[in-house]
């Protein structure tokens, strides 16, 4: 992926989504609608260089250009970018950054206290928070006529390492407590898993080693089983891309399952699965709602997802299979 330098001499497009990789995948059909209506546009993201090789993978990105939360002004100057996209929030921190390109077309929510009741583009749609996000973003950029569907959420095929074919993926971690399912019960849905015959590895990132391990020692696995903090971000794709299930809280694995139509179970917590769910297809959603206390930074399991039983879990692999 080239990241952003001087102009290659084409109009610029930029959308900003200064986020994680789960952010980043919903907002993908958003980029592909937006792609098919600016296609002699250079298609620029603004998201944390990290996320790259996931950039890659992206059909129709030109340029990355590297981008760490909202602290920053983008390093741009006024009138550069063409049309500018803000797929980050409906805040003012997001909606200043993006209205600082001084852009030739904006796309963006409406915000109080910036614009007009009604805005002085009349095409800025009002914030909802009673849409999915993947709908959410493709109704701001339909709101400015581009065509584009929620559903569409494939990626390229990524890279994979050797031996990554049919792999029953547990994905043990999250980026907070609140998604942290119990390493007891991991361990048990993988040690009934592999008896039916499933290649189980365990995945999560560098931090989340230790916990990966402990999993597949509790359910009888050997550390060579555990490629946490073994692969990189693109070849972790590339795992979800090939397997034959993935188990996983709702994190960036669950939407990678989802980009690659790969069948699996998705354990939600605080964050609802309404807003945050994978789209139709071989996905299975386990909650209980009633139960949520919905802090999505929270340092304890949320009650909604402990709710989430073994026998829960295992059941959803036999209509998945």
């Not at 390093?75 to 550069?80: D, S």
Request: proline share 10%; hydrophobic share 45%.
């Amino acid at each position: 992926m080239r990241y952003l330098g001087s102009s290659d001499g084409r109009p610029e497009l930029l959308a900003l989504r200064a986020l994680k990789l789960g952010d980043l995948l919903v907002a993908v059909p958003a980029l592909q609608g937006l792609r098919r209506a600016f296609p002699h546009h250079r298609l620029v993201v603004a998201v944390p260089g990290w996320l790259e090789p996931i950039v890659e993978l992206v059909d129709g990105v030109d340029a990355l250009l590297p981008t760490v939360g909202l602290d920053d002004p983008l390093p741009l100057p006024p009138g550069r970018v063409d049309v500018a996209v803000n797929l980050h929030g409906s805040g003012r921190e997001s909606r200043l950054l993006v209205d600082a390109l001084a852009a030739r077309v904006t796309m963006a929510h409406r915000v109080p206290g910036i614009d007009g009741d009604p805005p002085a583009d009349p095409r800025m749609p009002p914030w909802r928070d009673d849409v999915s996000e993947r709908e959410r973003w493709v109704r701001l950029v339909r709101a400015f006529g581009v065509a584009a569907d929620a559903d569409e959420v494939r990626l390229r095929s990524a890279p994979a390492p050797p031996g990554a074919e049919g792999l029953t993926v547990v994905h043990v971690g999250a980026a907070y407590g609140s998604r942290l399912w119990p390493v007891k019960r991991f361990a048990e849905v993988a040690r009934h898993l592999a008896a039916r015959g499933h290649g189980v590895v365990f995945t999560g990132d560098e931090r989340e080693r230790e916990r990966a391990l402990a999993v597949a020692g509790a359910s009888g696995h050997s550390d060579a089983a555990v490629l946490a903090g073994r692969l990189s971000l693109g070849r972790f794709a590339g795992v979800i891309e090939r397997a034959r299930l993935v188990v996983s809280a709702d994190t960036g694995a669950a939407h990678l399952a989802s980009a690659y139509a790969t069948p699996s179970v998705v354990l939600f917590g605080p964050a609802p699965p309404e807003r945050w769910g994978p789209p139709p297809g071989p996905h299975a959603v386990l909650t209980a709602a009633e139960l949520r206390r919905g802090d999505p930074f929270g340092e304890k399991p949320d009650p909604a997802l402990l709710a989430v039983t073994v026998e829960d879990v295992l059941r959803a692999v036999d209509v998945l299979e």
